[in-house]
């Protein structure tokens, strides 16, 4: 079974930086793609930053030039840089892989903006 297991979250002020970590179990040969995405209470959970099986990436409009993934060379290992946090920015952070036969979710790891 495969598993994704975030790390790396935490209470941060406005204007600070996390790197997030997603670390994939097993790897998927027919994977397509791998990202991450973010709830905030009260809100839908929504696309952050992502890869697609070709190797380009995409952002939400709302994080572009902040925050930045990147992966090893593995695919093993996904990392999301957070930098120039703002409060609107906290939310539960998950990992995601899809493949032609599996949606796969990480358990979240929270991330919080506040002076």
């Known amino acids: 079974q495969v598993q994704l297991v975030e790390s790396g979250g935490g209470l941060v002020q406005p204007g600070g930086s996390l790197r997030l970590s997603c670390a994939v179990s097993?790897?998927?040969?027919?994977?397509?793609?791998m990202g991450w995405y973010r709830q905030a209470p009260g809100k839908q959970r929504g696309l952050v930053a992502g890869f697609f099986k070709n190797g380009s990436s995409t952002y939400a409009y709302s994080v572009k030039g902040r925050f930045t993934i990147s992966r090893d060379n593995t695919r093993d290992t996904m990392w999301l840089q957070s930098n120039s946090l703002k409060p609107e920015d906290a939310a539960v952070y998950y990992c995601?892989?899809?493949?032609?036969?599996?949606?796969?979710w990480g358990q979240g790891t929270q991330v919080s903006v506040s002076s």
């Open positions: 097993a790897r998927i040969p027919s994977m397509y793609f």
């Open positions: 995601n892989l899809k493949s032609s036969f599996l949606d796969i």
